[in-house]
């Protein structure tokens, strides 16, 4: 029977009841969660009619100008997951430090880095938005997690997933048993399975990029998107499609269901920072469900799950999607 038409929640006890040991608290996080993105969407959603939108007058820790949507979803997030008993602590792209789990309040045994609103200078131009999660384990017996213990590797995820705020809202999922994407039914107030098995098709004629930075990107990046742009009359005989929504919860679901190549390479620009997409709660989290589709992710010289992170909110390159053309990349950066 098609598992099409089931609701998250049904679909998440029956994950976890197919684990003979599980404690149910996987389940539990999931779905505080979920609980955390409908409201987000929500507030994504009704944000010119209640005045929260536009910019709110501070910078972050890592320089750029916060939307007040920014500061609003990760106090969101922090007051769905703070108090619920399944989480040892928390990290988020707007918050410099690492956020402990109030002390009168129960701890878990898993770690959650999130970005709350991904894209988020998309907000004002009514763009899609999302938030992503990477969800970890943390170490036994330890009474106050700090930064080392968010320092694992992406192989180390046992769960992660993004929320796209678009035309639909849709949740997309993986435990390491594959991709399932579930859309928002706003008169039920229940995301729905819709998208059962996600997988990325292993060729594609689409590429997301942002042209601008071109000038500053390393050689193998310039001769794939120049192979890209000389279309049938090239070396790749065929000719390519460009989208690019800075975004990249839209461009990750975009090549989930068509296939494509997204890109934020190393550049010129943020060299000095090793990227522009940070490790922990971009990165890790759609590798991770990229790859549990079929595809790649790659910095063009390593694997992006196997980099040891160093600090909550290091960046690193992202080349991410179908199959045979990430291979190609990686296949250019070997030469180099
Ligand atoms: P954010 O987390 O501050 O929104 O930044 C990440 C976003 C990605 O969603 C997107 O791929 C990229 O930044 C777009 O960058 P640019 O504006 O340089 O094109
Ligand atoms: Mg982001």
């Given at each position: 029977m098609s598992d099409i038409g089931k609701s998250i929640t049904q679909f998440i006890i029956e994950q976890q009841r197919?684990?003979?040991?599980?404690?149910?608290e996987m389940s539990g996080l999931l779905n505080d969660i979920v609980s955390a993105c409908k409201k987000i969407s929500h507030l994504v959603n009704r944000s010119g009619i209640i005045g929260i939108?536009?910019?709110?007058?501070s910078e972050n820790i890592q320089g750029e100008k916060q939307k007040k949507l920014d500061i609003i979803t990760n106090d969101v997030m922090v007051d769905h997951l703070n108090?619920?008993?399944?989480?040892a602590a928390m990290a988020s792209e707007e918050i410099e430090n690492i956020i402990q789990i109030p002390a009168n309040k129960p701890k878990g045994q898993y770690l959650i880095a999130f970005?709350?609103?991904?894209?988020?200078?998309?907000i004002d131009i009514n763009l899609s938005v999302g938030t992503i999660f990477s969800i970890l384990r943390c170490p036994e017996d330890i009474a106050e997690p700090t930064v080392e213990h968010f320092?694992?590797?992406?192989?180390?995820?046992?769960c992660a997933g993004f929320c796209v705020y678009g035309p639909t809202t849709m949740m997309i999922l993986t435990t390491g048993q594959g991709v399932n994407g579930f859309t928002l039914d706003r008169d039920v107030g229940e995301f729905i399975l819709?998208?059962?098995?996600m997988m990325i098709p292993k060729d594609t004629a689409e590429f997301a990029i942002n042209m601008s930075n071109q000038r500053f990107w390393e050689a193998p990046v310039q001769r794939y998107i120049d192979e890209c742009l000389q279309?049938?009359?090239?070396?790749?005989?065929k000719n390519f499609n460009m989208r690019w929504v800075a975004s990249m919860v839209a461009e990750v679901y975009r090549v989930l269901t068509r296939g494509g190549i997204f890109m934020y390479p190393l550049d010129n620009k943020p060299t000095t920072q090793g990227?522009?997409?940070?490790?922990?709660?971009?990165a890790n989290p759609m590798s991770f469900i990229v790859e549990q589709a079929g595809g790649i992710s790659s910095t063009g010289y390593e694997r992006i799950m196997d980099i040891q992170p160093e600090s909550v909110h290091q960046r690193v390159p992202v080349v991410l999607g179908s199959k045979n053309e990430v291979e190609r990349i990686i296949s250019y950066h070997k030469k180099t």
């Open positions: 197919l684990h003979q040991n599980s404690t149910g939108d536009g910019v709110a007058g108090w619920t008993g399944h989480l970005d709350p609103l991904d894209g988020s200078s998309n320092m694992q590797q992406g192989t180390k995820q046992v819709t998208h059962p098995d279309g049938e009359d090239g070396v790749r005989e990227g522009k997409l940070r490790l922990l709660y971009e």
